[in-house]
């Protein structure tokens, strides 16, 4: 099958801007807590915003895909994102902010939805793999680069400097709130999008029966499957971590060692996201040597470690040891979510619906992480974070696949038998 080369730099593009819009909230914190006056209560509920929009919108997204095709409903995604975007930027207060992360959240959602079959169709089935694991680094890539934008923007931004980019934006952002600029580049990365991809012929993309979100019976059928809800607790236990470590560290950091939150406090995100794309490259040679239920352990038990240094050493073990914690959270989510669908023999499409709507774990932990710091302090708060990682360790000990991830050693073993 020939590659339909603009289709892939569409979807790889929309990974980029997925994963940029999504993960830049955590090195936000900090300035949104100090210019709008907030707790760390009222904190929390900004990552909620975001994050429940996918509880929301992650099975009914799908259906939308089908009813009504990719096109339509990509563009339509982009728009809200633009919308929540340009909201926040004309009207910086934490009410706007609150509806403008939904909104992203909504469209975000959305895309995720969408881009996976797309990219099947579009790359062919036989370089899927090739091309998702691009995709992956691709989405590290704009995790790692976010934070550093962010970072250049408010060292730059009302400085005097000649740059057409930021003496355009010294118009638009108020002097005490640079951080804004960043949505004002939402905003214009979103509408772009808009408009690429309104200029696009779409493929017609054919939904495998493991890719359709099926309402009704099917749906009843899976809930009464205890390893359906069991695994929905795990994804929701994962994105609860990784969301909890990444929205609120730079805050810690600044809370117990004085850091900078736009310098070193971006940095330590940044490195969180790129130790974690470059875990996911490992995990995938991994799994190719070892049982994917015994890397799940070995990764839990480094993270744990790592988030433990973090929380009770010094600034520069804190420094080391958050950054790592995105290194150990790398394979997490590809190890539940394959032992999740190699779990139930059928009705795959709609069981990633269900496991998808669990990212809404990224909502509830870090308003609860908020909530509890008001009352205990941030650092006993964010050991809230090794009760969603213990639930994690436990599934490598009771999953039990139907099948088991290919290595090496099975098939040297079915060789010689």
Not at 9 to 38: A, E, R, W, Y
Not at 244 to 253: C, D, E, Q, V, Y
Not at 270 to 294: A, E, N, P, R, Y
């Amino acid at each position: 099958m020939k590659i339909n080369t603009v289709m892939v730099i569409l979807v790889m593009v929309t990974f980029f801007v997925i994963s940029f819009l999504t993960n830049i909230l955590g090195p936000l914190i900090p300035d949104i807590i100090d210019n709008f006056k907030l707790s760390l209560g009222l904190a929390g509920f900004l990552p909620f915003s975001f994050f429940v929009a996918y509880g929301v919108m992650s099975i009914p997204a799908g259906i939308l895909v089908e009813k009504y095709t990719e096109k339509p409903v990509l563009i339509a995604a982009f728009i809200l994102g633009f919308g929540g975007a340009l909201l926040f930027a004309l009207f910086p207060n934490f009410i706007i902010a609150l509806i403008s992360l939904f909104l992203i959240g909504i469209g975000m959602a959305m895309l995720q939805v969408i881009i996976n079959p797309l990219l099947r169709v579009s790359g062919g089935e036989s370089n899927y793999a090739f091309f998702s694991a691009m995709a992956q680094g691709i989405f590290g890539l704009a995790s790692f680069l976010s934070p550093q934008l962010y970072s250049y923007l408010v060292h730059n931004v009302h400085t005097g400097s000649t740059s057409v980019l930021i003496s355009t934006l010294d118009k638009l952002v108020p002097e005490n709130l640079k951080w804004v600029s960043l949505y004002w580049v939402f905003t214009l990365i979103t509408l772009a999008m808009i408009v690429f991809i309104w200029t696009l012929k779409f493929p017609k993309v054919e939904l495998k029966e493991d890719e359709k979100i099926v309402v009704g019976s099917t749906f009843r059928e899976l809930l009464g499957n205890k390893y359906v809800i069991l695994f929905f607790i795990g994804l929701f236990a994962y994105v609860g971590t990784e969301q909890g470590i990444a929205n609120w560290t730079s805050k810690f950091l600044q809370t117990y060692h004085g850091v900078d939150p736009s310098t070193q406090g971006a940095d330590v995100i940044s490195w969180f996201w790129g130790l974690m794309t470059v875990g996911c490259f490992l995990g995938l040679f991994l799994l190719k040597i070892l049982d994917s239920k015994i890397i799940l352990l070995v990764f839990t038990a480094g993270g744990i470690l790592a988030l433990l240094a973090g929380l009770i050493g010094s600034k520069e073990i804190a420094l080391i040891a958050f950054p790592l914690t995105g290194f150990f959270a790398s394979v997490m989510y590809p190890v539940i979510f394959s032992l999740a669908l190699n779990s139930v023999p059928k009705h795959h499409g709609t069981f990633a619906g269900i496991l998808c709507t669990g990212i809404a774990g990224g909502a509830l932990v870090p308003l609860l992480i908020g909530g509890l710091a008001e009352l205990i302090g941030l650092r006993l708060a964010m050991f809230f974070i090794f009760v969603t990682l213990a639930y994690i360790f436990s599934i490598g000990i009771w999953a039990n696949p139907i099948v088991a991830n290919a290595t090496i050693t099975k098939k040297l073993k079915d060789i010689f038998r």
